[in-house]
């Protein structure tokens, strides 16, 4: 298992920038792929975007364009920029450590608000 800290959460309006933040407790090197995913109230997680120990990234199509997952190696942490945010852009957001095909670890979870 792998613990995940995440951070960077807030209040912002609608057109607005936030970045989150995601450590796992081993290297990055060694976890399969990471991402994050949110749900907002009454509805189910969605994969938001991911990136792969090798660099490959993914997007939800909602936010493709306006979110961008990246990591830094040396700081063994996986960001996940928002830019020209929404308000159905609000929900909890979620770090996760893909370890095998079927095995994930979450994070706590950090809110994010969007205000119009």
């Known amino acids: 298992q792998v613990q995940l800290v995440e951070s960077g959460g807030g209040l912002v309006q609608a057109g607005g920038s936030l970045r989150l933040s995601c450590t796992p407790s081993r290297s990055i090197f060694s976890i399969y792929a990471m991402g994050w995913s949110r749900q907002a109230p009454g509805k189910q997680r969605e994969l938001v975007a991911a990136i792969t120990s090798g660099g490959s990234t993914n997007y939800a199509d909602s936010v493709k364009g306006r979110f961008t997952i990246s990591r830094d190696d040396a700081k063994n942490t996986v960001y996940l920029q928002m830019n020209s945010l929404k308000p159905e852009d609000t929900a909890v957001y979620y770090c996760?450590?893909?370890?095998?095909?079927?095995?994930?670890?979450w994070g706590q979870g950090t809110q994010v608000t969007v205000s119009s």
């Open positions: 996760n450590a893909k370890l095998t095909i079927t095995h994930y670890d």
